[in-house]
């Protein structure tokens, strides 16, 4: 199943990295289409309904990123003016270009994120604080799979316990679940258990699902109408994309479960970290396809030496070195980039 580039590279920056399948290509060549703009693709149609059946939702939109799904979101179930809460180091907060305050006209409430799960204490202490003159709230937003923790996944009830409190408080919740199937594998629950009490949850199929690109947002029936509208306005609306579309139904009825492949090299390559540099992370907490480490816990320069021995990692700020695992990266892949690692000094 897996297509490999076989460069030479051990590419462990990010599962956006990821090529086509052989049944993806094959798919794209063979798709039916027609003008999504007047909602007569097919092939977009089946693949809409197949993330909303899978999602719980009542209906979806294939869009051209994760950061436009993102973005449709806070614009549709926020209001101007006030202020959207979230993971201080959550995706929306730092790699969207502050876009959510020209696109929605709001702007983020960072929270504490030590363990990349929010909890319902720290929704209740952020709506106290609309006594205290701080600007008022009128949505939440979560991260699962929680990217900069080592893609740590969020439970249903850590799920359920936020959304039962901005509930009350009337306040509407998005989950920005670009790498929800990896969450869903890794606590062995579906993804609609995990979106249960979300207004609107979008996620990636060109990370780990191996898509060659496109990300799907899902909600209720009028917010996704909604959505509709505003990604024309976004430059999204697109045309005969059911050539796209394609490979995204292959990649949710045949990429989901290898990901527990990718999550057992993450953890092997994890756990050479620890061995090699003790105290740069705790391999327990690798429970998906993503490992952050500290880089004052690790030799200088590691991302260049460890390009220079073939293997390309990343950082996600000043302080964090990633390697993501994904299909291109098999056991021998993992092989090749641990001895690298052991190779180095301090």
């Known amino acids: 199943m897996a297509e490999r580039a076989d460069d030479g590279w051990v590419d462990l920056r990010s599962d956006t990295v990821t090529t086509p399948t052989p049944e993806m290509r094959r798919a794209m060549a063979d798709a039916e289409v027609g003008d999504d703009v007047y909602g007569e693709d097919p092939t977009v149609n089946r693949l809409e309904a197949l993330a909303a059946g899978?999602?719980?939702?009542?209906?979806?939109?294939?869009?051209?990123?994760?950061?436009?799904?993102?973005?449709?979101?806070?614009?549709?179930i926020t209001r101007v003016g006030t202020e959207v809460a979230?993971?201080?180091r959550a995706h929306v907060y730092r790699y969207e270009g502050a876009a959510a305050a020209r696109n929605a006209g709001v702007q983020l409430r960072p929270l504490a994120d030590p363990s990349g799960v929010l909890t319902a204490q720290q929704i209740e202490d952020a709506v106290a604080d609309q006594a205290h003159h701080l600007p008022p709230l009128s949505a939440i937003s979560i991260e699962n799979t929680h990217?900069?923790?080592?893609?740590?996944?969020?439970?249903?009830?850590?799920?359920?316990?936020?959304a039962a409190t901005a509930r009350r408080h009337g306040l509407r919740v998005h989950c920005d679940g670009a790498r929800i199937w990896n969450a869903a594998v890794a606590v062995g629950a579906s993804p609609?258990?995990?979106?249960?009490?979300?207004?609107?949850?979008m996620f990636c199929l060109s990370k780990g699902l191996s898509a060659p690109v496109g990300s799907l947002l899902c909600g209720s029936l009028?917010?996704?109408?909604a959505a509709r509208d505003e990604r024309a306005r976004m430059g999204g609306a697109m045309r005969q994309v059911g050539v796209l579309a394609a490979a995204g139904i292959v990649a949710l009825e045949q990429m989901v479960d290898r990901l527990a492949e990718d999550h057992g090299r993450a953890r092997r390559l994890a756990e050479a970290l620890a061995d090699q540099f003790p105290g740069s992370i705790d391999p327990s907490a690798v429970q998906t396809n993503i490992v952050c480490a500290p880089v004052q816990d690790l030799p200088d320069k590691i991302v260049t030496r460890l390009e220079e021995q073939g293997v390309r990692c990343g950082t996600i700020d000043a302080r964090t070195v990633r390697f993501v695992t994904h299909k291109d990266v098999d056991d021998p892949g993992i092989d090749r980039a641990i001895?690298?690692?052991?190779?180095?000094?301090?």
């Open 54 to 76: 899978l999602l719980g939702k009542d209906a979806a939109l294939f869009v051209p990123s994760g950061t436009m799904a993102n973005q449709l979101a806070l614009r549709l």
């Open 86 to 88: 979230c993971p201080e």
């Open 147 to 162: 990217m900069p923790d080592s893609g740590r996944p969020w439970r249903a009830e850590d799920v359920d316990a936020v």
């Open 192 to 201: 609609a258990d995990l979106a249960t009490g979300c207004d609107t949850v």
């Open 222 to 225: 009028d917010v996704m109408t």
């Open 339 to 346: 001895a690298a690692l052991r190779a180095l000094d301090r």
